[in-house]
T-cell receptor, first 117, second 115 residues
Framework: DAGVTQSPTHLIKTRGQHVTLRCSPI?????VSWYQQVLGQGPQFIFQ???????GRGNFPDRFSARQFPNYSSELNVNALLLGDSALYLC????????????????FGNGTRLTVT | AQTVTQSQPEMSVQEAETVTLSCTYD???????LFWYKQPPSRQMILVIR??????QNATENRFSVNFQKAAKSFSLKISDSQLGDAAMYFC????????????FGTGTRLTIIP
C-alpha cells in the first residue's frame, strides 16, 4: 500500500505570494494533520481534519488555512508568504476519529520543503 | 500547555553499542501517550516506539526500549546493538488522551553511529 504522499516535494516562492500544498492519506485513513518543521526544530502542529471538518488548530495566524476533500485528501494554503514561513511542511494521516486514540498512530509523509525568498 | 524537552542536541555511539536518548515533558494531565519518532535524511517521520501513560510496563520494540518514569515525567529511549541505519534525528512527542490528535514534539537529538 502507498504511504502518505505529499506534493510538491520542493517549492520556491516569493514573499507575499500564496502557496498550496497537497496531501493524500493512506488508503482508508480519514484523518489528516499538518505540521510545520522549521530547520533545527521539532514539528509544530498546524491543523487536524477529520471527515472534512477541522478538529484542531495550532497557534498559527489566519494566513494558514486548510481543507479536506471527500476522498480524504487535504490541502494546506498559506497566504501572504513571509520569510519565516520557510520550512518543511509535513502531512500525517491516521484511521482516527476526532478523539485521540493510542490505536491509531500518525503516519507521516516525506514533506514539502518550502523556501520563501 | 504541554511541553517536551530534549536536552541532548547531539549524541554519538559506536556501532553495536548501546545509547540512551533523554526526554522530559511537562503536563498536568494524567492520561496521555508518549512517542519516539525517527527522522532520517529522507525527512519522513517514522514511529519507533510508543507508551501509554497508564501502563507501568515499559514498551519494547526489538532493539528499542523506553524507560518511562511517570512521576518524574521522564521518557528515555534506549537503542541496543546500534546499527548504521539508526543514524537519524530522534524526536520525543506527547499526545493527550483527550481532544484531537495533536502531537507536541521536542527539539530532537541527532544520533550519529560511529563504524
Amino acid at each position: 500500500d502507498a504511504g502518505v504522499t505529499q506534493s510538491p516535494t520542493h517549492l520556491i516562492k516569493t514573499r507575499g505570494q500564496h502557496v498550496t500544498l497537497r496531501c493524500s492519506p493512506i488508503s482508508g485513513h480519514k484523518s489528516v494533520s499538518w505540521y510545520q518543521q522549521v530547520l533545527g526544530q521539532g514539528p509544530q502542529f498546524i491543523f487536524q481534519y477529520y471527515e472534512k471538518e477541522e478538529r484542531g488548530r495550532g497557534n498559527f495566524p489566519d494566513r494558514f488555512s486548510a481543507r479536506q476533500f471527500p476522498n480524504y485528501s487535504s490541502e494546506l494554503n498559506v497566504n501572504a508568504l513571509l520569510l519565516g514561513d520557510s520550512a518543511l511542511y509535513l502531512c500525517a494521516s491516521s484511521l482516527r476519529s476526532h478523539r485521540s486514540s493510542y490505536n491509531s498512530p500518525l503516519h507521516f509523509g516525506n514533506g514539502t520543503r518550502l523556501t520563501v525568498t | 500547555a504541554q511541553t517536551v524537552t530534549q536536552s541532548q542536541p547531539e549524541m554519538s555511539v559506536q556501532e553495536a553499542e548501546t545509547v540512551t536518548l533523554s526526554c522530559t515533558y511537562d503536563t498536568s494531565e494524567s492520561d496521555y501517550y508518549l512517542f519516539w519518532y525517527k527522522q532520517p535524511p529522507s525527512r519522513q517521520m517514522i514511529l519507533v516506539i510508543r507508551q501509554e501513560a497508564y501502563k507501568q510496563q515499559n514498551a519494547t520494540e526489538n532493539r528499542f526500549s523506553v524507560n518511562f518514569q511517570k512521576a518524574a515525567k521522564s521518557f528515555s529511549l534506549k537503542i541496543s546493538d546500534s546499527q548504521l541505519g539508526d543514524a537519524a534525528m530522534y524526536f520525543c512527542a506527547y499526545r493527550s488522551a483527550k481532544g484531537n490528535e495533536k502531537l507536541t514534539f521536542g527539539t530532537g537529538t541527532r544520533l550519529t553511529i560511529i563504524p
